[in-house]
Protein backbone atom coordinates (compact mmCIF):
# COMPACT_ATOMS: atom_id res chain seq x y z
CA UNK A 1 0.00 0.00 0.00
CA UNK A 2 1.13 3.46 -0.74
CA UNK A 3 0.02 7.28 -0.49
CA UNK A 4 1.80 8.37 -3.67
CA UNK A 5 2.55 6.51 -7.24
CA UNK A 6 6.41 7.21 -6.28
CA UNK A 7 8.00 3.63 -6.92
CA UNK A 8 10.31 2.88 -4.03
CA UNK A 9 12.09 -0.16 -2.87
CA UNK A 10 10.88 -3.14 -0.57
CA UNK A 11 9.89 -2.28 2.54
CA UNK A 12 7.26 -0.70 4.98
CA UNK A 13 6.95 2.82 6.62
CA UNK A 14 4.74 3.20 9.42
CA UNK A 15 3.52 5.48 11.99
CA UNK A 16 2.51 4.06 15.35
CA UNK A 17 2.20 5.50 18.64
CA UNK A 18 3.96 5.20 22.10
CA UNK A 19 2.35 2.31 22.63
CA UNK A 20 3.14 0.48 19.40
CA UNK A 21 -0.69 0.53 18.03
CA UNK A 22 -0.11 1.36 14.45
CA UNK A 23 -2.34 4.74 13.40
CA UNK A 24 -0.80 4.47 9.49
CA UNK A 25 0.59 2.21 7.34
CA UNK A 26 2.33 4.98 4.76
CA UNK A 27 4.20 2.15 2.57
CA UNK A 28 4.03 -1.59 2.79
CA UNK A 29 5.17 -3.49 -0.06
CA UNK A 30 4.38 -6.91 1.68
CA UNK A 31 1.18 -6.32 3.09
CA UNK A 32 2.22 -7.09 6.24
CA UNK A 33 0.49 -4.70 8.27
CA UNK A 34 -3.10 -3.35 7.76
CA UNK A 35 -3.92 -0.33 6.49
CA UNK A 36 -5.52 2.89 6.99
CA UNK A 37 -6.12 4.03 10.53
CA UNK A 38 -6.76 1.12 12.64
CA UNK A 39 -5.00 1.20 16.08
CA UNK A 40 -6.09 -1.79 17.72
CA UNK A 41 -3.09 -3.39 15.46
CA UNK A 42 0.34 -3.69 17.27
CA UNK A 43 3.45 -3.50 15.41
CA UNK A 44 5.13 -5.54 17.88
CA UNK A 45 2.01 -8.45 17.12
CA UNK A 46 3.63 -9.19 13.71
CA UNK A 47 7.19 -9.67 15.38
CA UNK A 48 8.46 -13.32 15.19
CA UNK A 49 10.19 -14.93 17.98
CA UNK A 50 13.04 -13.68 20.02
CA UNK A 51 12.29 -10.15 17.58
CA UNK A 52 9.32 -9.55 19.78
CA UNK A 53 11.00 -8.65 23.38
CA UNK A 54 13.76 -6.69 20.88
CA UNK A 55 10.86 -5.00 19.15
CA UNK A 56 9.99 -3.88 22.98
CA UNK A 57 13.24 -2.59 23.41
CA UNK A 58 12.97 -0.86 20.09
CA UNK A 59 10.21 1.12 21.43
CA UNK A 60 11.33 1.88 24.59
CA UNK A 61 14.61 3.40 23.39
CA UNK A 62 12.47 5.70 20.26
CA UNK A 63 10.44 6.50 23.07
CA UNK A 64 13.36 7.80 25.67
CA UNK A 65 16.05 8.84 22.96
CA UNK A 66 14.38 10.01 20.10
CA UNK A 67 15.76 7.93 17.91
CA UNK A 68 16.87 3.97 16.89
CA UNK A 69 18.13 2.93 13.69
CA UNK A 70 19.88 -0.46 12.23
CA UNK A 71 17.33 -2.97 14.57
CA UNK A 72 17.24 -6.16 12.88
CA UNK A 73 13.98 -7.79 13.42
CA UNK A 74 12.04 -10.69 12.13
CA UNK A 75 8.73 -9.78 11.02
CA UNK A 76 5.95 -12.06 9.54
CA UNK A 77 2.14 -12.51 8.82
CA UNK A 78 0.89 -15.98 9.60
CA UNK A 79 3.56 -18.55 7.76
CA UNK A 80 5.44 -15.73 5.50
CA UNK A 81 8.63 -14.48 8.20
CA UNK A 82 11.28 -11.78 6.78
CA UNK A 83 14.14 -10.07 8.17
CA UNK A 84 13.96 -6.61 8.33
CA UNK A 85 16.80 -3.88 9.05
CA UNK A 86 14.96 -1.47 10.95
CA UNK A 87 14.81 2.70 11.99
CA UNK A 88 13.01 4.79 13.93
CA UNK A 89 12.27 8.39 15.09
CA UNK A 90 9.74 10.20 17.33
CA UNK A 91 8.02 12.74 15.85
CA UNK A 92 5.02 15.08 16.70
CA UNK A 93 2.10 12.13 15.33
CA UNK A 94 3.84 9.80 17.17
CA UNK A 95 6.57 7.70 16.27
CA UNK A 96 7.67 7.11 12.62
CA UNK A 97 9.53 3.61 11.51
CA UNK A 98 10.92 2.50 8.33
CA UNK A 99 12.26 -1.17 7.38
CA UNK A 100 13.69 -2.47 4.68
CA UNK A 101 15.05 -5.90 4.02
CA UNK A 102 18.07 -4.87 2.61
CA UNK A 103 19.99 -2.15 4.60
CA UNK A 104 21.86 -0.55 1.54
CA UNK A 105 18.10 -0.19 0.36
CA UNK A 106 17.02 2.40 3.38
CA UNK A 107 18.72 5.64 2.18
CA UNK A 108 16.62 5.14 -1.48
CA UNK A 109 14.21 4.26 0.48
CA UNK A 110 13.45 7.14 2.57
CA UNK A 111 14.37 9.65 -0.55
CA UNK A 112 11.31 7.90 -2.54
CA UNK A 113 9.43 8.72 1.37
CA UNK A 114 10.56 12.56 1.22
CA UNK A 115 9.13 13.07 -1.88
CA UNK A 116 5.66 11.91 -0.28
CA UNK A 117 6.03 13.51 3.23
CA UNK A 118 9.15 15.88 3.65
CA UNK A 119 8.28 16.62 7.52
CA UNK A 120 7.77 12.93 8.61
CA UNK A 121 11.21 11.36 6.61
CA UNK A 122 13.75 14.20 7.18
CA UNK A 123 14.46 14.04 11.11
CA UNK A 124 15.24 10.55 11.02
CA UNK A 125 17.45 10.57 7.57
CA UNK A 126 19.53 13.71 9.08
CA UNK A 127 20.30 11.04 11.97
CA UNK A 128 21.55 8.41 9.61
CA UNK A 129 23.07 11.10 7.48
CA UNK A 130 25.52 12.20 10.30
CA UNK A 131 26.54 8.87 11.17
CA UNK A 132 27.48 7.83 7.99
CA UNK A 133 29.62 11.15 8.26
CA UNK A 134 31.16 9.93 11.47
CA UNK A 135 29.64 12.46 13.95
CA UNK A 136 31.42 11.92 17.11
CA UNK A 137 28.28 13.08 19.25
CA UNK A 138 25.94 10.70 16.91
CA UNK A 139 28.22 7.43 17.73
CA UNK A 140 28.10 7.74 21.52
CA UNK A 141 24.30 8.09 20.92
CA UNK A 142 24.87 4.67 19.47
CA UNK A 143 26.81 3.58 22.29
CA UNK A 144 24.38 4.89 24.74
CA UNK A 145 21.84 3.13 22.87
CA UNK A 146 23.83 -0.22 23.25
CA UNK A 147 24.53 0.24 26.92
CA UNK A 148 20.81 1.02 27.31
CA UNK A 149 20.11 -2.53 25.58
CA UNK A 150 22.74 -3.90 27.75
CA UNK A 151 21.27 -2.75 31.21
CA UNK A 152 17.66 -3.33 29.77
CA UNK A 153 19.02 -7.52 29.48
CA UNK A 154 20.94 -7.12 32.63
CA UNK A 155 17.85 -5.88 34.36
CA UNK A 156 15.83 -8.98 32.97
CA UNK A 157 18.79 -11.34 34.25
CA UNK A 158 18.30 -10.19 37.82
CA UNK A 159 14.92 -10.62 37.49
CA UNK A 160 15.33 -14.10 37.08
CA UNK A 161 17.70 -14.25 39.29
CA UNK A 162 15.81 -13.10 42.30
CA UNK A 163 12.91 -15.45 41.31
CA UNK A 164 15.47 -18.21 41.43
CA UNK A 165 17.01 -17.26 44.45
CA UNK A 166 13.69 -17.44 46.02
CA UNK A 167 12.67 -20.18 44.69
CA UNK A 168 16.10 -21.47 45.96
CA UNK A 169 15.21 -20.26 49.44
CA UNK A 170 11.83 -21.53 49.63
CA UNK A 171 13.14 -25.16 48.98
CA UNK A 172 16.03 -24.94 51.73
CA UNK A 173 13.36 -24.15 53.75
CA UNK A 174 10.74 -26.85 53.09
CA UNK A 175 14.38 -29.62 53.18
CA UNK A 176 15.37 -27.75 56.63
CA UNK A 177 11.68 -28.66 58.06
CA UNK A 178 11.59 -32.02 56.37
CA UNK A 179 15.35 -32.88 57.76
CA UNK A 180 13.72 -31.94 61.32
CA UNK A 181 11.12 -34.16 61.03
CA UNK A 182 13.04 -36.56 59.80
CA UNK A 183 15.30 -36.60 62.70
CA UNK A 184 12.99 -36.23 65.39
CA UNK A 185 11.39 -39.30 64.04
CA UNK A 186 14.23 -41.10 63.90
CA UNK A 187 16.04 -40.28 67.36
CA UNK A 188 13.52 -42.00 69.55
CA UNK A 189 13.64 -45.50 68.17
CA UNK A 190 17.99 -45.34 68.14
CA UNK A 191 17.41 -43.94 71.44
CA UNK A 192 15.47 -46.96 72.74
CA UNK A 193 18.24 -49.43 70.99
CA UNK A 194 20.83 -47.60 72.98
CA UNK A 195 19.15 -47.78 75.85
CA UNK A 196 18.19 -51.60 75.36
CA UNK A 197 21.96 -52.56 74.74
CA UNK A 198 22.97 -49.96 77.83
CA UNK A 199 20.49 -52.68 79.92
CA UNK A 200 21.86 -56.11 77.97
CA UNK A 201 25.63 -55.10 78.98
CA UNK A 202 24.96 -53.99 82.40
CA UNK A 203 23.06 -57.41 83.15
CA UNK A 204 25.74 -59.34 81.67
CA UNK A 205 28.16 -58.13 83.59
CA UNK A 206 25.85 -59.32 86.52
CA UNK A 207 25.21 -62.71 85.30
CA UNK A 208 27.07 -63.36 82.70
CA UNK A 209 24.45 -63.58 80.30
CA UNK A 210 26.00 -63.74 76.74
CA UNK A 211 29.22 -65.62 75.00
CA UNK A 212 31.90 -63.17 74.42
CA UNK A 213 30.63 -62.90 70.32
CA UNK A 214 27.30 -62.29 72.04
CA UNK A 215 28.67 -59.64 74.13
CA UNK A 216 30.78 -57.84 70.91
CA UNK A 217 27.96 -57.64 68.99
CA UNK A 218 25.70 -56.14 71.82
CA UNK A 219 28.84 -53.25 71.90
CA UNK A 220 28.90 -53.06 68.27
CA UNK A 221 24.92 -52.11 68.63
CA UNK A 222 25.52 -49.52 71.34
CA UNK A 223 28.63 -48.02 69.73
CA UNK A 224 26.59 -47.48 66.22
CA UNK A 225 23.11 -46.45 67.84
CA UNK A 226 25.41 -44.08 69.66
CA UNK A 227 26.90 -42.68 66.35
CA UNK A 228 23.60 -42.57 64.57
CA UNK A 229 22.14 -40.48 67.52
CA UNK A 230 25.12 -38.34 67.24
CA UNK A 231 24.27 -37.42 63.46
CA UNK A 232 20.58 -37.33 64.18
CA UNK A 233 21.40 -34.58 66.85
CA UNK A 234 23.90 -32.99 64.41
CA UNK A 235 21.03 -32.70 61.62
CA UNK A 236 18.76 -31.28 63.89
CA UNK A 237 21.47 -28.63 65.28
CA UNK A 238 22.06 -27.85 61.30
CA UNK A 239 18.31 -27.65 60.16
CA UNK A 240 17.74 -25.09 63.85
CA UNK A 241 20.91 -22.95 62.51
CA UNK A 242 20.12 -22.73 58.53
CA UNK A 243 16.35 -22.18 59.46
CA UNK A 244 17.88 -18.95 61.12
CA UNK A 245 15.95 -20.02 64.78
CA UNK A 246 19.52 -20.44 66.79
CA UNK A 247 18.90 -19.05 70.42
CA UNK A 248 21.27 -17.98 72.70
CA UNK A 249 20.65 -17.95 76.49
CA UNK A 250 23.53 -16.16 77.65
CA UNK A 251 24.80 -15.81 81.10
CA UNK A 252 28.14 -15.12 82.41
CA UNK A 253 30.39 -18.18 82.43
CA UNK A 254 34.23 -18.23 83.46
CA UNK A 255 35.78 -19.36 80.17
CA UNK A 256 38.85 -20.66 82.61
CA UNK A 257 36.61 -23.41 84.42
CA UNK A 258 34.70 -24.28 81.58
CA UNK A 259 37.77 -25.30 79.83
CA UNK A 260 38.46 -26.99 82.65
CA UNK A 261 35.50 -29.28 82.66
CA UNK A 262 35.85 -29.76 78.95
CA UNK A 263 39.74 -31.19 79.03
CA UNK A 264 38.28 -33.65 82.15
CA UNK A 265 36.38 -35.11 80.17
CA UNK A 266 38.20 -35.38 76.93
CA UNK A 267 40.99 -37.03 78.69
CA UNK A 268 39.56 -40.40 78.92
CA UNK A 269 39.42 -40.79 74.83
CA UNK A 270 42.99 -38.98 74.82
CA UNK A 271 44.28 -41.56 77.16
CA UNK A 272 43.05 -44.39 74.75
CA UNK A 273 45.78 -43.17 72.22
CA UNK A 274 48.23 -41.84 74.73
CA UNK A 275 47.57 -38.16 74.01
CA UNK A 276 48.48 -35.63 76.25
CA UNK A 277 45.78 -32.79 77.04
CA UNK A 278 47.67 -29.71 78.01
CA UNK A 279 46.12 -26.15 79.00
CA UNK A 280 48.10 -23.05 79.11
CA UNK A 281 45.38 -20.59 80.77
CA UNK A 282 45.83 -17.74 82.68
CA UNK A 283 45.24 -17.66 86.88
CA UNK A 284 42.18 -15.47 87.20
CA UNK A 285 38.95 -15.64 85.65
CA UNK A 286 37.88 -14.65 82.18
CA UNK A 287 34.76 -14.31 82.19
CA UNK A 288 31.90 -13.46 78.79
CA UNK A 289 28.71 -13.34 78.30
CA UNK A 290 27.98 -16.84 76.23
CA UNK A 291 25.33 -19.10 76.17
CA UNK A 292 27.61 -21.99 78.50
CA UNK A 293 25.86 -25.02 77.10
CA UNK A 294 26.13 -23.99 72.68
CA UNK A 295 29.92 -23.24 73.93
CA UNK A 296 30.59 -26.51 75.77
CA UNK A 297 29.31 -28.31 72.16
CA UNK A 298 32.28 -25.73 70.81
CA UNK A 299 35.29 -26.74 72.69
CA UNK A 300 34.08 -30.72 72.81
CA UNK A 301 33.69 -30.63 68.92
CA UNK A 302 37.65 -28.63 68.67
CA UNK A 303 38.96 -31.05 71.04
CA UNK A 304 37.77 -34.49 69.99
CA UNK A 305 39.08 -33.79 66.40
CA UNK A 306 41.98 -32.30 67.43
CA UNK A 307 42.32 -36.26 69.41
CA UNK A 308 40.45 -37.82 66.15
CA UNK A 309 43.33 -37.05 63.94
CA UNK A 310 46.60 -36.86 66.35
CA UNK A 311 48.60 -39.52 65.96
CA UNK A 312 49.48 -41.68 69.65
CA UNK A 313 52.02 -40.30 71.85
CA UNK A 314 51.15 -36.56 71.06
CA UNK A 315 50.16 -33.35 72.45
CA UNK A 316 47.09 -31.69 71.95
CA UNK A 317 47.28 -27.90 73.66
CA UNK A 318 43.89 -25.71 75.04
CA UNK A 319 44.61 -21.96 75.59
CA UNK A 320 43.18 -18.62 76.04
CA UNK A 321 45.90 -16.28 74.15
CA UNK A 322 46.41 -12.85 75.24
CA UNK A 323 45.03 -10.10 73.42
CA UNK A 324 44.98 -6.45 73.47
CA UNK A 325 42.58 -4.60 75.60
CA UNK A 326 39.32 -4.18 73.75
CA UNK A 327 40.08 -6.81 71.63
CA UNK A 328 38.00 -9.59 73.33
CA UNK A 329 39.02 -13.25 73.72
CA UNK A 330 41.03 -15.66 71.78
CA UNK A 331 40.50 -19.62 72.97
CA UNK A 332 42.97 -22.07 70.68
CA UNK A 333 43.26 -25.97 70.39
CA UNK A 334 46.35 -26.72 68.98
CA UNK A 335 47.64 -30.46 68.05
CA UNK A 336 50.50 -32.33 66.39
CA UNK A 337 48.46 -34.46 64.07
CA UNK A 338 48.62 -35.06 60.27
CA UNK A 339 47.66 -30.88 59.63
CA UNK A 340 45.34 -30.43 57.06
CA UNK A 341 46.24 -28.86 53.32
CA UNK A 342 45.59 -25.54 52.76
CA UNK A 343 43.29 -25.95 49.64
CA UNK A 344 41.01 -28.42 51.67
CA UNK A 345 40.69 -25.63 54.65
CA UNK A 346 37.70 -24.18 53.05
CA UNK A 347 35.76 -27.30 52.93
CA UNK A 348 35.97 -27.77 56.89
CA UNK A 349 32.67 -25.50 57.48
CA UNK A 350 30.63 -27.16 54.64
CA UNK A 351 28.16 -29.53 56.15
CA UNK A 352 29.20 -33.52 55.13
CA UNK A 353 31.96 -32.19 53.39
CA UNK A 354 34.92 -34.71 52.96
CA UNK A 355 38.77 -34.04 53.08
CA UNK A 356 41.53 -35.96 52.42
CA UNK A 357 42.53 -35.93 56.08
CA UNK A 358 41.15 -39.38 57.81
CA UNK A 359 40.97 -40.06 61.49
CA UNK A 360 44.71 -42.28 63.03
CA UNK A 361 42.28 -45.12 64.92
CA UNK A 362 39.30 -45.48 62.52
CA UNK A 363 37.00 -42.80 64.58
CA UNK A 364 33.57 -41.83 62.59
CA UNK A 365 32.86 -38.56 61.79
CA UNK A 366 29.34 -36.82 60.87
CA UNK A 367 30.51 -34.44 58.74
CA UNK A 368 28.75 -31.76 60.55
CA UNK A 369 30.38 -30.58 63.74
CA UNK A 370 32.79 -28.13 62.70
CA UNK A 371 29.88 -26.37 60.49
CA UNK A 372 27.69 -26.50 63.66
CA UNK A 373 30.86 -24.92 65.86
CA UNK A 374 31.29 -21.62 63.00
CA UNK A 375 27.15 -21.38 63.59
CA UNK A 376 27.62 -21.01 67.03
CA UNK A 377 30.74 -18.83 67.36
CA UNK A 378 29.38 -16.50 64.57
CA UNK A 379 26.02 -16.19 66.82
CA UNK A 380 27.71 -14.97 69.36
CA UNK A 381 29.12 -11.97 66.88
CA UNK A 382 32.82 -13.82 66.99
CA UNK A 383 34.77 -16.17 64.12
CA UNK A 384 37.12 -19.15 64.04
CA UNK A 385 40.29 -19.45 61.74
CA UNK A 386 42.57 -22.01 61.29
CA UNK A 387 45.91 -22.12 61.22
CA UNK A 388 47.59 -25.74 59.59
CA UNK A 389 50.41 -27.61 58.10
CA UNK A 390 50.46 -30.54 56.69
CA UNK A 391 52.73 -32.96 58.75
CA UNK A 392 52.64 -30.41 61.68
CA UNK A 393 49.32 -30.06 62.69
CA UNK A 394 46.42 -27.44 63.42
CA UNK A 395 45.71 -25.19 65.58
CA UNK A 396 41.73 -23.71 65.63
CA UNK A 397 41.17 -19.73 66.88
CA UNK A 398 38.10 -19.29 68.33
CA UNK A 399 37.60 -15.26 68.56
CA UNK A 400 35.11 -13.46 70.69
CA UNK A 401 34.49 -10.02 70.98
Known sequence: MTTSDTILPEGFALLINEDGAITEVIHDTFDLFSGG?????????RLKGDSIEKGYRLLENINNHGVAYDWELHIGKQDHTKLFNISGVKIEKGILLIGSPDPNDIEQFMNG??????????????????????????????LYNDMSELNNELATTKRQLMKKTAELERLNEFKNQMMGMAAHDLRNPLMLIQN?????????????LFTENQYMMIKEIKGTSEYMVQIIEDMLDMSSYE?????????????????????????FSANKKDIVIKTDLPDSSVNKEIDGHKFRQVLDNLLSNAVKYSNSDTEVEVGIKET???????IFVKDHGQGIPEDEIDKLFVPFSQISVEATAGEKSTGLGLAIVQNIVEAHGGKI????????????????P
Open 243 to 267: SGSINLEKETIDLVQLIEEVVSLSR
Open 113 to 142: LMKMNNEQINKLRLFMKKDQEGDTKQNDWM
Open 385 to 400: EVDSEVGAGSTFFIKI
Open 196 to 208: FSDFLMDDHKEED
Open 37 to 45: SEVDISFVN
Open 324 to 330: AEGEGVT
